[in-house]
């Protein structure tokens, strides 16, 4: 399969589990989790998936997300984080595997700013359909979001070795 198939493949796949995950909510968690689990499993099987660098990523990303919670810049109807946002950073960081292959060949910088911008930009995706409540104005929580993303986005690449353009032209330490 091409990489271009691939990329377009996984990519339409994370947005279904995104849709699925931020518009169902609890409703559709469990539909949510045996998708998230097939998903892993065909990767398991058809590709060889490494489950430690996803698994270090999940568990990183829910710590993050539970952080914000203690922290009061994220705000759910419970004071844990919901079932359905542990499954869709488990998605994010099965997705980040595909995505890093590809995105490593630009500059690790350019790579991290487009990364944290996604990143703050789903924060205020899920914040605009009503999925999470902000505990701080939403100028503030785009920026904190924007900076999380960044270093995420930067451990992303190094633990899944996507060490970019940037490290083949430098001796570059993030990468």
């Known amino acids: ?12 796949l994370f947005q279904l589990v995104w849709f699925l995950a931020v518009l ?10 045996v998708i998230v689990v ?4 065909m990767t398991v099987r058809v590709q060889g998936f490494k489950w430690w660098p996803w698994l270090l ?24 984080l919901p079932m359905w946002l542990i499954l869709l950073w488990a998605a994010f960081c099965w997705y980040a595997y595909f995505l890093t292959q590809v995105v490593s060949q630009y500059p690790l910088w ?3 700013i487009v990364g ?27 920026v904190l979001f924007f900076i999380e993303w960044i270093g995420f986005v930067l451990l ?17 330490t993030l990468a």
């Not at 909510?25 to 539909?31: A, K, N, P, S, V």
């Not at 097939?38 to 499993?41: E, I, N, R, S, T």
């Open 38 to 41: 097939g998903m892993l499993l």
């Open 156 to 172: 992303c690449m190094k633990v899944n070795n996507g060490k970019g353009k940037q490290h083949e032209d430098s001796n570059d």
């Open 57 to 80: 990523l999940t568990l990183t990303g829910v710590t993050l997300d539970s952080l914000n919670v203690s922290f009061g810049l994220l705000i759910f109807d419970h004071h844990w």
């Open 116 to 142: 944290g911008l996604a990143g703050a930009a789903s924060y205020l995706a899920g914040y605009k359909l009503g999925a999470v409540s902000l505990g701080v104005s939403l100028p503030v929580a785009i």
């Open 110 to 112: 350019l790579v991290s």
């Open 1 to 12: 399969m091409s990489e271009l198939k691939r990329l377009v493949i996984v990519s339409t």
């Open 24 to 33: 169902g909510r609890e409703y559709w968690q469990w539909l949510t989790l």
